[in-house]
């Protein structure tokens, strides 16, 4: 089993920064991918970013040029750097770690951090 527990989440004015950060700890070795989604009220779950075990990187189209996704080298650490931030940002943010592939996947999620971005 796998345990996340993200950090960093708060609220901001609107086109600030804010930096999120997410632990993974427990059967860790082999994860292979880790990332963050988040949802608004009467949204659904969207992809905010990924990174592999390679360090390729995959972002949603609205944050694409804006957040940065990176982990720590030699430890399961993955961090969110969100600059520039919109109201439209405002979400419960999740930590994910993915391990397997196609169709023998398990994703293991955090408790989710809020993020609020005032106008």
């Known amino acids: 089993q796998v345990q996340l527990v993200e950090s960093g989440g708060g609220w901001v004015q609107a086109g600030g920064s804010l930096r999120l950060s997410c632990v993974a700890s427990g059967s860790v070795f082999d994860i292979n991918r880790m990332g963050w989604y988040r949802q608004a009220p009467g949204n659904k779950r969207e992809l905010v970013a990924t990174i592999t075990i390679g360090g390729s990187t995959n972002y949603g189209d609205s944050v694409k040029g804006r957040f940065t996704i990176s982990r720590t080298r030699g430890k399961m650490i993955v961090s969110l750097q969100m600059s520039s931030l919109k109201p439209e940002d405002t979400a419960l943010y999740y930590c994910?770690?993915?391990?397997?592939?196609?169709?023998?996947?398990?994703?293991?999620w955090g408790q989710g951090t809020q993020v609020t971005v005032s106008s």
């Open positions: 994910n770690a993915h391990k397997g592939t196609y169709p023998r996947e398990v994703n293991y």
